[in-house]
């Protein structure tokens, strides 16, 4: 199984249309330069509108033992150096780009997806962490890194995300072996299936190659997408 998230989503009908395709995890971007950024309220209605779809047991925190329904249905909001005022309670996840204080992260009530994008981060993961190294911390929380989500994308670009830049995610496959590892980066209906074969990953985040325009997704792109992962056609 390859999961799907689908990030960049700024409407209630592209929402509900994604999970109704069969996308597995949705992200809303709060990040005001991008054409993809959604305020705060636009994000409440959007949770409105997905909450049938939503896989929820009650429980937005997966406590480091991440499996199919931790992912499936499951909203995630994206954000870059600062957090919204308020983040409603009902986002499954928080994906952090750049540098938002601990203080902060400790106050989010749901679980973290960790974004990597620089090379000597993800080299000193790959060369350094074994799962003997998951312990439980002075706090009595089990610290499980293997457990944890991750976005890696090694593409280039000057703004946070991938930048729609596809790289040689053979790269990752190591990576994606020892972490639950989401490839972002210049993924599209063309390549997935080069990038399932390259890199073996948990899942695919997609933004800008699933769409027409800047922020406008294109359900046909989504919709052939689904049917390469979830119907394993082109991939052998």
């Known amino acids: 199984m390859t999961y799907i998230k689908i990030c960049g989503i700024t409407s209630s009908e592209v929402a509900i249309s994604c999970f109704e395709l069969g996308v597995d995890m949705i992200g809303l971007i709060y990040y005001p ?7 705060v309220d636009q994000a409440v209605r959007i949770l409105d509108a997905v909450e049938k779809f939503r896989n929820n047991n009650g429980n937005n925190k997966c ?3 991440v499996d199919g329904n931790d992912i499936v249905g499951k909203v995630v909001l994206v954000v870059f150096n600062e957090l919204p005022e308020a983040i409603d309670a009902r986002f499954d996840y928080v994906q952090i780009h750049g540098k938002i204080s601990e203080n902060s992260i400790s106050k989010i009530g749901c679980d973290i997806i960790r974004v990597v994008r620089d090379r000597g981060e993800f ?8 799962e003997s190294d998951d ?13 944890q989500l991750f976005i890696l994308e090694l593409s280039s670009g000057n703004l946070p995300g991938g930048n729609g830049a596809s ?3 053979g790269e990752a496959k190591s ?9 972002a980066g210049g993924v599209s209906p063309d390549n ?20 027409s325009s800047p922020a406008v997704k ?3 792109k989504i919709k052939k997408i689904i049917d390469i992962v979830k119907g394993n056609k082109e991939i052998r």
């Not at 990953?201 to 800008?208: A, L, N, Q, R, T």
């Open 123 to 130: 080299n000193n993961l790959l060369s350094t962490h074994n």
């Open 33 to 39: 330069p991008s054409p993809r950024h959604v305020e």
């Open 135 to 147: 312990r439980i911390d002075g706090g009595g929380k089990v610290n499980f890194l293997s457990e």
């Open 175 to 183: 990576f994606c072996r020892k972490f639950k590892t989401f490839i």
């Open 218 to 220: 294109d359900m046909t």
């Open 192 to 211: 997935v299936a080069q990038v399932i074969k390259d890199a073996d990953p948990f899942g695919v985040d997609i933004s800008s190659g699933v769409e």
């Open 167 to 169: 790289w040689n995610w």
């Open 63 to 65: 406590n480091g033992n």
